[in-house]
């Protein structure tokens, strides 16, 4: 039985579906860990030192003279 343009495209669209949906478990899972590690880190006064401050610089616009 030859499925119809719809039904390929609906077939189509679970399959993707549910590679997204285990795409996401894993993702999910390892955001977890992550943050897991991130806390413990954090727990244990695991710091990073603090960003230097950004050196703000001066732009200067040439203007063409007209002669």
């Known amino acids: 039985m030859e499925l ?3 039904q390929t ?4 669209l679970l399959e993707q579906r549910n590679d997204l949906e285990s795409a996401l478990t894993k ?7 992550v ?3 991130i806390e413990y ?3 244990t ?3 990073l030192p603090e960003p ?3 050196v703000e610089t001066e732009v200067v616009e040439e203007v063409a003279e007209e002669g």
């Not at 495209?9 to 189509?12: A, E, G, P, T």
């Not at 993702?27 to 860990?33: D, G, I, T």
Request: aromatic share 4%; hydrophobic share 25%.
């Open 4 to 6: 119809t343009e719809q």
């Open 9 to 12: 495209h609906l077939k189509n």
């Open 27 to 33: 993702n999910r899972e390892l955001y977890l860990k």
């Open 35 to 37: 943050q897991g590690a």
């Open 41 to 43: 880190l954090t727990q």
């Open 45 to 47: 006064g695991v710091t």
């Open 52 to 54: 230097e401050p950004e």
